[in-house]
Structures are given as structure tokens and as C-alpha cells.
């Protein structure tokens, strides 16, 4: 697959570059030093890094990696060009995944409509120069660097992609927003089998960050919470990594199986257009046309259960072939995971059980055909010990739908799936992905916000 870009704009002015006194900001564009007055940025630098620092932005392989000492003293690090900011649809959802991710919920804390503008301008403006890297602008010596450093003296691209998404808490009364909800948006409930951590769950907004290297995702993270100190506060974040292919096609997760194999074609229009974009002319407001619904789940995967099973009852269990990624009915180890599952001539399940993961996801009957097409985005995480000092590992399933709807018809049916036991959903919530911010006029939100 080819990731889906559009033609890169022109390079709009850096709006944290200096300003010649007296010279005139572009409309609708804000100077940087504006919003030092706001709310949100009273807080100070070193107390926005000392906080997101004790959160934990380094787990215990980021440790580790920081006390190592043999170390090449010089490794040269490829760049790559930056993903478009700017379009009618977000980058971080067609976009090819990276390989590190942060998902980072937030409860907005800002006093009312205009604060809540001015947090969305900060967050446009300081994502559009992340993504765009380059040199970040000088300061005085007397005052705080405008950069935290972590990258060096200037900001590699890395493929960042920062993309932002709203949960249903943010349209209550405090903004005057409620009228102007997603049809569909609601808070996440748990299924049956979950076991929700309200402070890993919910959240008025979804920050999505993506590189390929972590210290990017870091860095860009750092750069948000400073910037936004006193609009919004962290209620949960979850880090993940995409593993490599092994050997070829789309990356295991810790179970070792493939995982993501039945997605959208990234270069097919058409089909985006049906399974993943709000389209206009709908019964969704007008300002959400272009956007998606986003559902984050974070589950915890019972390893050490899992591994007692043999391959063969696993296969069973996920309705794929574990070496392969094919269905079960291809019996070759070097049968291609693209093979179509067919269920028509199994009726009973002899081959694919029913209760197996993929064919309750997708039946492949007439009845749940529109309930069965969604795009996975999905990342492995890593937090070990869990409280009980055990392995804490599992799966940032994330993915992207037209209608919020088509995933939760979709749980619903995997509430009797056979990996039921070896797994314990434990949070997320579901969200709205906004639009693309369209030009270096425009801001996250702005079509809601007017």
C-alpha cells in the first residue's frame, strides 16, 4: 500500500517566527506572543515539562536506552519530507503508520468559547510548525529557549503527524457547543467483558501523535504541553510501537498474529469516501464533512494464558493461520495473507469456528455488510509491571469509521468471540477526528467554532 497524500501547499508563514514591530499579522493569524497573555499559557515552561516528565513521558526502555554507553559517536539520522499539515482531511489516519505513537486524552480546562478558540489556534500553530520542522526561532539569552533541545539545534520532520479528535463530554454546557454535536457521538460504554479504568477512559479531546523515531513523538508532546498548560490537562495517555513485518505484509501484535490484513484500499477514493469519511449533505452538521469517528481501545492482552494454547487452538481462536496470516482453509505456510476468507461453503464453522475474532468482525452475510468496514490504525504497548508485577502488555486499537455506529455493531458481535479469555479491554473512549485545517488561515475546529 501507497499512502493517500495530497499536493504539499505553499510553505505558509512560521507564526513563531519574530515579527518586525508595527508590521501587520495575515488574517485570521495570530501572533505567538498573543497567546503568552491567554490562560493557557500563564503556567510556566519548566512547570509543563516537570509535569509531563513525572507522568512518565519515558517508559523503562527510554531509561535504559538514556543509561547506555556505548553509543556511536556519531550516527547520522535520515529525514524524510514532511507530511502535508494542510487538506480537507487530518494526516494520522490515511496516512501509512509510523512506527511510535502517543494517544493522549485531555479534559479542556478553558474558562469559555473564546479561551477554547485560542487553544485550538495554539494547537494548529504549534502542529503545523512541528510537522513542518526547520529551526526553531531565537530567543533572548536572559529567556527560556523556544525549543525543549531534544532534537538538536533543529527539528527533523520524521514523518510527525499530530492529529486532534473531540469526545462527546467537550459539547455540555460549558461551551455552548451541544447543538452542534456528531450525530452519533457518545461516551464509550464497556461491552461485556470490559473492565474500564475511568482514569485511562473518556476524555473532551484526543491528541494522536506519530513519528518514526520516539524522540520526535516526545519532543512534539513536550511542545503541546507547554504551549497549552492552562487550556487543557492530561486525563490519560497510552505510548505504542508498530512492529516491523515479519516476515513480509502487515505487522503481528503480541499474540503473533498479523494484524490490520482486512483494511481499505489508502488509494481508493471511492471506498475512503464510503467506510471512512463524513461525507456533506448528511444528516451530520455541515462543519463535520471531511472528518471521522476515531474509537481508541486499550487492551490488555493475557499472555501468559495464551501461551499454554497450541498453534492450532489459537488459529482457531483468530479464524487465521498463524504463520501465514491466510484463513484457514489455505493449509500452506507461504500462502498469501491476502487471500478472501470464504464462509459460504462453511457454514457450520468446520473450518473458521463462528465464534472465531475475524468472522464474527466480519461475517460476511448480507445482514451485517454495513456493519463490517473499518479502517485499523492500531499500535502495540508495552507497560510493564502492571501494579500486580506482572507483564502488562497488549493492544492501542485504534481505527476510523464514516459512522461510529459500524464499530460498535461491529464489538457488539465479538462480545461472544472465543478470545474473550485471553483478553481484558481496560480503556479509551470513542471520539470525533476533526476536519483538516485547510490553509495557514484556518484552525483545528474552526468550522465549530464560527
Known sequence: MTENRQPRPAAPRDPMAPHEPGAAYPAGECPAGFFARRSFLQGTVAAGLAGAA????LDGSGATALAATAVPARTAVRDSKPIPFHGYHQAGIVTLPQRDVTFMAFDVTADDRQALTDLFRTLTSRARFLTAGGTPPRTPPDKPPSDNGILGPEIPVSDLTVTVALGASLFDGRYGLASRKPVQLVTMKAFAHDDLDPALSQGDMLVQICATNRDTTVHALLDLLTHTSGGMKERWRINGTRNPSRPVGVPRDWFGFKDGIANPDLNDTAQLNQEVWVQP????PGWAAGGTYQVV?????KLEEWQKLTVAQQERIFGRRKASGAPMYATDPNASDQLDPIYTNDPQGLITPLNSHVRLANPQTPETASTSAILRRSYDYDRSPDVR????????FCCFQRELNTYIAMQTRLEGEALVPYITPQGG???????????SQDYYARGLLV
Open 281 to 284: 449533505h448528511t444528516d451530520e
Open 297 to 301: 481501545r486499550i487492551v490488555h492482552f
Open 389 to 396: 508485577g506482572g507483564l502488562d502488555l497488549g493492544h492501542a
Open 54 to 57: 513525572g507522568a512518565g513521558l
Open 429 to 439: 473512549g470513542y471520539f470525533f477526528a476533526l476536519p483538516g485545517v485547510r490553509d
